[in-house]
T-cell receptor, first 112, second 114 residues
Framework: QKEVEQDPGPLSVPEGAIVSLNCTYSNSAFQYFMWYRQYSRKGPELLMYTYSSGNKEDGRFTAQVDKSSKYISLFIRDSQPSDSATYLCAMSAWYNTDKLIFGTGTRLQVFP | SQTIHQWPATLVQPVGSPLSLECTVEGTSNPNLYWYRQAAGRGLQLLFYSVGIGQISSEVPQNLSASRPQDRQFILSSKKLLLSDSGFYLC?????????????FGPGTRLTVT
């Protein structure tokens, strides 16, 4: 079993839709949770960084962490064509914050 | 502001040849530095990380090695490349500690081993 599971998609939605991206994990020691966005042939860029359980909102993006279910989500409101990219979840344990474990990424396509 | 550089952007190398990829960071001191590989259709795999000059942690057994000769310089090397070494190599930095998950990535090097 992989430590982090992420649906690879692709996910295709119309402009303006609400997008839900999800990851599950198995290691109960994970305390730090991240979402990165990666455009084709580019390096990933950090979108959201959360600690432990709860919600965090930044503009059109909301990150949710449910540690009891070992489940994290990223919601994108009012999706735009410029949101078309691959979204990677990542997480790290309290005992080694440098070692990020990434999901395989979900490819999102927002069409006009 | 901080900037991270990687070179070369693309590289085609024959099997058995050596490899040297370089990464430098500007605008910050004593960063934690990371090397990742991203194979087609797979997530990012952490290869090495460094919390200081000469301090290297290896995460995956392989024929690659890393060195950190200066505070803001991180080098990935191989003596003899394998076909399986093909992929997209990414360097990243962070301030470490509880913010180690806030990593900033370079533009990457696309390596094809033929």
């Amino acid at each position: 079993q992989k430590e982090v599971e992420q649906d690879p998609g692709p996910l295709s939605v119309p402009e303006g839709a609400i997008v839900s991206l999800n990851c599950t994990y198995s290691n109960s020691a994970f305390q730090y949770f991240m979402w990165y966005r990666q455009y084709s042939r580019k390096g990933p860029e950090l979108l959201m960084y959360t600690y432990s359980s709860g919600n965090k909102e930044d503009g059109r993006f909301t990150a949710q962490v449910d540690k009891s279910s070992k489940y994290i989500s990223l919601f994108i409101r009012d999706s735009q064509p410029s949101d078309s990219a691959t979204y990677l979840c990542a997480m790290s344990a309290w005992y080694n914050t440098d070692k990020l474990i990434f999901g395989t990424g979900t490819r999102l396509q927002v069409f006009p | 502001s901080q900037t991270i550089h990687q070179w070369p952007a693309t590289l085609v190398q024959p099997v058995g040849s050596p490899l040297s990829l370089e990464c430098t960071v500007e605008g910050t001191s004593n960063p934690n530095l990371y090397w990742y590989r991203q194979a087609a259709g797979r997530g990012l795999q952490l290869l090495f990380y460094s919390v200081g000059i000469g301090q290297i942690s290896s995460e995956v057994p392989q024929n690659l090695s890393a060195s950190r000769p200066q505070d803001r310089q991180f080098i990935l090397s191989s003596k003899k490349l394998l076909l399986s070494d093909s992929g997209f190599y990414l360097c990243a930095w962070s301030t470490g500690g509880v913010l180690a998950g806030e990593q900033y990535f370079g533009p990457g090097t696309r390596l094809t081993v033929t």
